[in-house]
């Protein structure tokens, strides 16, 4: 009797269903301090990290499709769990290698392209090659100037001469102008439910303790993602009487409503709605973690032209519906305020982060007195008060990196970690604002 009631509760335990994220998260804690560069501030690993290091790396998904599955068994989860903490040496080795990579990349001043993107890769690489970094700060310095120049050097400047070679052709804009104005042209109003749209964004606000939970969130979120209105939306902002609850001007998407038909060459204000296709083609490859897998500069410019066209610049669906999911939580966010109060505790959760920053605390201190403000301080101050354009901005950024590269927003759980991670992307920007404002003052 009691055998079989041993093996019941085995076969039942092999069969438990668990959230892949809740596995990865549980194990990766185990991991301790030392992985902090490559974890987010709840304690698991960032969503970058499992894209770029996890699972390529450790979980080697394309060898062991299993540990991809959205549910796993008991059973796969503790062989994840395995396979993860036997590379704990390495993650570890992996965040030191990343600390490096990203002091010297301030030192030399290089901004482009993503610290995350482009360098956890290859600090996973260095972690395995090399083990931890040098003691000697020289050997390690040398390492990190020999892997950050064949990540950056020359590179960008190539891709632009293919890009600057290509719009040489007068028949090759010509082509491209005659696709905007097709594109844009396509791009009709239909029927769509706005207002019960925006009142079921909250659900996937709210917060969740359970399995079941998680599962009707996620269930949302699969619905509002597949409803016309995010499309409909980003039609309405084209008309100078389109029914928004806001405006793209206040957003900081466009210097001033309506948005008007992109150009293909021309420069523009540099809102993201407002940019010329040229300069979208730019931004790609200036931000690209790796450009001989994006399209052939031609095939790029073209599915650029159709992307401007697109509601809000974007083409997928469910990167439409995150950016108005992210203007519902941007037009929310008042650092500098203290009476407002978000209407669920997701968006609460994230102002309340703002509000405990110091230079926030500080700002709010000297606005309520009266005082002076520093030049610098006063362009914080300013993003402060209206937070809305460069969470919006940042957000979009984000979104349309990764229409290029045509990753989805179709999980709840990573679109919630994205918007909170903008937040606090915008707020680490302030931060630096004000410490380069500091730097001369303490060297004076």
């Known amino acids: 009797m009691s055998s079989d009631l041993e093996t019941g509760t085995t076969a039942a335990t092999a069969t438990t269903a668990l959230p892949r994220r809740a596995v990865i998260d549980r194990a990766w804690r185990e991991l301790g301090s030392e992985v902090a560069l490559l974890s987010g501030r709840d304690g698991g690993p960032l969503s970058r990290t499992v894209k770029r290091i996890l699972d390529p790396l450790v979980f080697r998904l394309r060898v062991?499709?299993?540990?991809?599955?959205?549910?796993?068994t008991a059973e796969i989860a503790g062989a994840m769990r395995t396979e993860l903490l036997d590379h704990a040496a390495i993650l570890r080795a992996c965040a030191?290698?990343?600390?490096?990579?990203?002091?010297?990349?301030r030192t030399l001043g290089i901004t482009a392209g993503n610290a995350q993107e482009l360098y956890f890769p290859v600090c996973f690489e260095l972690a395995v090659t090399r083990g931890a970094p040098a003691v000697d700060p020289v050997q390690v310095t040398d390492v990190a100037d020999e892997v950050l120049g064949e990540i950056h050097e020359g590179h960008h400047h190539r891709a632009v001469e293919a890009l600057d070679e290509h719009l040489a052709d007068p028949s090759v804009v010509a082509v491209l102008a005659a696709q905007v104005e097709q594109s844009w042209a396509d791009i009709r109003s239909g029927p769509a439910d706005v207002t019960g749209f925006l009142e079921r964004m909250r659900t996937v606000h709210q917060d969740a303790s359970n399995h079941q939970e998680r599962r009707t969130r996620q269930q949302a979120w699969a619905a509002l993602v597949v409803d016309d209105a995010a499309y409909e939306l980003g039609v309405r902002i084209r008309r100078p009487d389109g029914d928004v609850p806001w405006s793209v001007g206040d957003l900081g998407l466009c210097a001033e409503p309506p948005q008007q038909r992109p150009l293909v060459l021309a420069e523009s204000s540099g809102r993201p709605l407002d940019r010329s296709v040229v300069e979208r083609v730019r931004a790609t490859l200036r931000r690209s973690r790796d450009r001989d897998e994006l399209p052939v500069v031609p095939v790029l410019c073209s599915e650029e032209a159709d992307r401007a066209c697109a509601p809000w610049g974007l083409l997928a669906e469910d990167l439409q519906a995150t950016l108005v999911n992210g203007i519902v939580v941007a037009v929310q966010l008042r650092p500098l305020e203290g009476s407002t109060v978000p209407d669920s505790g997701f968006v609460?959760?994230?102002?309340a982060r703002l509000r405990k920053e110091a230079y926030v605390l500080h700002a709010r201190r000297l606005l309520a007195a009266d005082g002076a403000l520093h030049p610098r301080q006063r362009q914080v101050v300013g993003e402060l008060a209206a937070f809305a354009q460069p969470y919006v901005r940042r957000l979009w950024a984000r979104l349309h990196g990764?229409?290029?590269w045509q990753e989805s927003c179709d999980d709840i759980d990573e679109v919630r970690s994205l918007l909170s991670g903008v937040a606090r992307s915008v707020s680490l920007d302030h931060r630096q604002q004000i410490k380069a404002m500091l730097e001369p003052e303490v060297r004076a």
């Open 402 to 404: 990764r229409d290029v």
């Open 96 to 105: 030191s290698w990343f600390a490096v990579l990203k002091a010297r990349r």
């Open 64 to 72: 062991h499709a299993e540990y991809g599955q959205p549910v796993v």
């Open 348 to 351: 609460a959760s994230i102002q």
